[in-house]
Nanobody, 125 residues
Framework: QVQLVESGGGLVQTGASLRLSCAASEGTFGNYIMGWFRQAPGKEREFVASISRAGGSTSHADSVRGRFTISRDNVKGELRLQMHSLRPEDTAVYFC??????????????????WGQGTQVTVSS
């Protein structure tokens, strides 16, 4: 089990950039497939991006592809989400998640066993 703590959220205007970070307590961070999800009020949790254990494979949702980039630093035990050209529809609580399952990247939240507490991102129009 790994404990995850997100940071970097905030209130920004349309078109701004933000970088989210997720710090892992587990020293074997590199053993986990990592993902970012988001949940807006009244909506289901939505896949944003996922990255393989070594970082060589990534997957991004169509809604964020070209604007958001997932990355990781296995030495520091940190997951990142660089977000550009933010839109009001990106407003949500953003969660990082870890999966110990066999695979490359996962879009299904059910594949992830450990979750952070979330960080709020609000984009004003």
């Amino acid at each position: 089990q790994v404990q995850l703590v997100e940071s970097g959220g905030g209130l920004v205007q349309t078109g701004a950039s933000l970088r989210l970070s997720c710090a892992a307590s587990e020293g074997t961070f590199g053993n986990y497939i990592m993902g970012w999800f988001r949940q807006a009020p009244g909506k289901e949790r939505e896949f944003v991006a996922s990255i393989s254990r070594a970082g060589g494979s990534t997957s991004h949702a169509d809604s964020v592809r070209g604007r958001f980039t997932i990355s990781r630093d296995n030495v520091k035990g940190e997951l990142r989400l660089q977000m550009h050209s933010l839109r009001p529809e990106d407003t949500a609580v953003y969660f990082c998640a870890a999966s110990g399952r066999t695979g490359s990247t996962f879009t299904d939240p059910a594949k992830y066993g450990d979750w952070g507490q979330g960080t709020q991102v609000t984009v004003s129009s």
